[in-house]
C-alpha cells in the first residue's frame, strides 16, 4: 500500500486549500482514512477521519472548517479546508489502515500567513 499526498503550499489566513492523497494497494471504500498533522515542535495529531461506514469525525479545532471526503472511483482521499488560520500551519499527512496495518503519505506542508 502507498499513499501519495499533494496540494500543500502558502496560503493566507481565511483562505482555502484542497489536500489530495491518492491510495495505491488498498480499497478506499472499505478502509477507514484519516489525516494528521504535526506542527513544528508538537506531536502528530488527528485532524479528521472517517470509517467505513462513512461516519466522520474532526479535532475541535478543526470542526466546522474542515471536511474529509474521498473518491471511491479514483481511490483518493481529499482534506477540504476553508478558513484556514496561522495555527493550521503543520505537514499534514493522509493515514489509511488497511488489514490492521496503517499506512502514511509523505506528508505535505501548508503554510498559513497571517
Known amino acids: 500500500v502507498q499513499l501519495q499526498a499533494s496540494g500543500g503550499g502558502l496560503v493566507q489566513a481565511g483562505g482555502s486549500r484542497r489536500l489530495s492523497c491518492i491510495v495505491y494497494g488498498a480499497v478506499v471504500r472499505l478502509a477507514p482514512i484519516a489525516w494528521y498533522r504535526q506542527a513544528p515542535g508538537e506531536q502528530r495529531e488527528l485532524v479528521a477521519d472517517m470509517d467505513s461506514t462513512g461516519s466522520r469525525n474532526y479535532a475541535a479545532s478543526v470542526t466546522g472548517r474542515f471536511t474529509i471526503e474521498k473518491d471511491n472511483d479514483k481511490k483518493t482521499m481529499f482534506l477540504q479546508m476553508n478558513n484556514l488560520k496561522p495555527e493550521d500551519t503543520a505537514v499534514y499527512y493522509c493515514?489509511?489502515?488497511?488489514?490492521?496495518?496503517?499506512?502514511w503519505g509523505q506528508g505535505t506542508l501548508v503554510t498559513v500567513s497571517s
Open positions: 493515514n489509511v489502515r488497511w488489514k490492521s496495518r496503517d499506512f
